[in-house]
């Protein structure tokens, strides 16, 4: 994972290098690049909340979750809190973020992982990325023994925020921001949609 998340950040500064070059005025040397108008190099430490809902499906996998019934697939609602930051390169960004989940009806006990993102900057305060980190999940009692199943986690995602209520850039101006993402545990044996709010600190 460690290869993978140098390779996302190499290449995040590939493409965030000739923009800034192009967006700054000749001669000039400060760092306007950014597409709300906020600085274009920094870093914004941030903190969050969501729900959301994950499924599993009833096949065997890496983790070693075991197979269930086709119609009685684990699955349950969850609350999640996140903390991260993002370092803004320009128009592009990378991060990382850890989170703790807590499983409110169905199979779903606990979950806790960590993932690196990397997207662009969109308008005002918007951001679209797609991440990669690992991800352990603990089930409730129907699943035998209660331990921990862990695998690789994946996900794209998008944050926004109007600026008319005081939201700006990402850079110590974003206030709070709606939060979207899809992911997934493993290889595709998830679905889990989430929606929450996060704020910088």
Known sequence: MRTLLRAA??????IAVPAFAQDAPAGS??????????????IEP??????????FDAESNRAGIPPVNRDNKLNGSLVEGLVG???PLGPVFIGAEGNVAKGVTGDIDWQYGGAGRLGVRAGDSGLLYGKV????????????GGRDYHDMTYGIGF???????GLGGITGRSGFRLRGEVSTFGNFHSFRPTL??????
């Not at 400060?30 to 920094?42: H, L, Y």
């Open 196 to 201: 929450g709010i996060v704020t910088h600190f």
């Open 159 to 165: 944050e926004a925020g109007p600026k008319d209520i």
């Open 85 to 87: 930051f993002n370092v």
């Open 46 to 55: 941030y903190f969050g909340i969501r729900g959301g809902w994950e499924s």
């Open 29 to 42: 040397q400060t760092t306007e690049a950014a597409p709300d108008g906020s600085r274009a190099f920094g």
């Open 9 to 14: 950040a190499l290449a995040a500064t590939a």
């Open 133 to 144: 980190g690992y991800q352990w999940v603990n089930f409730e009692k129907r699943v035998p």
